[in-house]
């Protein structure tokens, strides 16, 4: 077990997409860094008549070629969704699950939401057509753990396995929580990250009810414009991110590539309101200045920062404020929520991965839709196209409702 305050490089050597943006992670990262318009937009029956009635969708996904219909029976949506990204991470780390050690790889993945859409037809199948007619499978594919289970029986990872739910802040706390573990030498390897697909009426008419989400039905390409002065919220999106972990005595002798290094966590609660930042983001700052102190390193060493980026008036202005405070106007921070849809518990999955590669390109992704920056977001904030940089070290951070503050780490390997 390392000391506390030592830094301790975790390597990324593994990563696993599946977005709206794209199916698989080298195509999410090609529409992220290219695009001028977002895609995968979809309008479902779900949401007919809602005021924000569109979804950001991966939804020329064959599920069937991927995990074959036995198994795709077995786990709701957001399960497959983690498990064809587990799978991809565990392909790109260079990895055999037919001869590693299972029970030293552990699984941690966020979700916000879990098996909900499977939950709401299950419960129209109640009502509508009584209960002799409701799935046995109602407590096994609608609860949070589902996505963890799927991939630890698909890969047979007998390790440590958790779900966690820290709404939005999901998927980030997941890989901090793997971090960790890895930290604790309670695992080997770790896939950690988010999986999300919570296309609920009952749910997204809820977040139109809450004036958190966008209401420009005429414009859907449009809606998601973080910290632009024109903004009014976010659009619900599928997807999940994964990340392979390795300590680094194991990542070296298999002689494994590192995309990146995780080097510091931070969480924190704002203990503030349900729905709402604390307004001077002070919860924020101390889960970032913790990830940063942990890595042995400070604001001003941040060259980019993925952030939460919603979308919403308040969130991109407190976020941004917080960025100031920490790191000063150095760090090129973009929001990539435009590309894939807000994805709740998986976006913290995924824009980690999107963090890993820009370090590891040297390219931070624009923030699409962004046409006129908020004069009073006081951080430099990439638009309209992609821009090179020389980045030694970047960070992610995630809020949450309930008060939920997280932050990673990580530097160029």
């Known amino acids: 077990m390392t000391a506390p305050g ?6 990324v050597t593994g990563l696993g997409m599946v977005t709206a943006a794209g199916l698989d992670a080298a195509r999410t990262w090609r529409s992220v860094t ?4 977002p895609t995968g937009i979809t309008h479902p029956e779900e949401l007919r008549e809602l005021p924000c009635d569109f979804f950001y969708a991966a939804h020329e996904l064959d599920v069937d070629a991927h995990l074959g219909v036995a198994a795709r029976r077995l786990m709701d949506r957001v399960g497959q969704l983690a498990v064809i990204a587990a799978r991809e991470a565990v392909a790109d780390a ?14 941690v993945i966020g979700s916000a939401h879990g098996g909900l859409p499977f939950y709401d037809r299950q419960a129209a199948v109640l009502a509508e057509r009584g209960a002799r007619r409701v799935s046995p499978m109602v407590s096994v594919l609608s609860t949070l753990n589902g996505p963890t289970g799927s991939v630890c029986r698909d890969l047979d990872a007998r390790g440590p396995s958790l779900s966690l739910s820290t709404a939005c802040a999901s998927g980030t706390d997941a890989i901090g929580t793997a971090y960790q573990m890895l930290r604790a030498d309670m695992c080997d390897l770790a896939l950690a990250g988010g999986a999300e697909s919570a296309l609920s009426r009952l749910l997204i008419a809820s977040g139109c009810q809450m004036r ?19 903004r009014d919220g976010f659009v619900t999106g599928e997807g999940a991110g994964l990340l392979v972990l390795e300590r ?19 969480s924190t609660n704002d203990a503030y309101a349900p729905v709402a930042p604390e307004p001077d983001g002070r919860g924020l700052e101390r889960a970032l200045r913790t990830a940063l102190a942990a890595a042995g390193l400070s604001g001003a060493d941040l060259g980019h920062v993925n952030a939460h980026g919603t979308s919403t008036a308040l969130n991109d202005l407190v976020e941004s404020r917080v960025l100031h405070r920490v790191c000063g106007e150095g760090p090129l921070v973009t929001s990539t929520k435009a590309m894939t849809g807000h994805t709740l518990g998986a976006c913290g999955g995924i824009e980690t991965a999107l963090t890993v590669l820009a370090l590891q390109h040297g390219l931070v992704p624009p923030t699409v839709n962004l046409d006129a920056q908020d004069p009073e977001v006081p951080v430099e904030v990439v638009a309209k196209a992609a821009r090179a940089a020389d980045l030694q070290c970047a960070a992610k951070t995630s ?7 997280a932050a990673l780490v990580l530097t160029r390997a």
């Open 6 to 11: 030592t830094p301790f490089p975790v390597a």
């Open 34 to 37: 290219t695009a001028t318009a």
């Open 94 to 107: 260079g990895l055999d699950t037919g001869s590693w050690d299972g029970a030293r790889v552990a699984v």
């Open 212 to 230: 958190a989400m966008s209401t420009r039905r005429e414009d859907p390409a449009a809606a998601v414009r973080p910290f632009d002065a024109d």
């Open 248 to 266: 680094p005595e194991h990542a070296a002798a298999r002689g494994a590539r590192a995309r990146a290094h995780l080097m510091g966590y931070g």
């Open 399 to 405: 809020l949450g409702f309930g008060g939920h503050n």
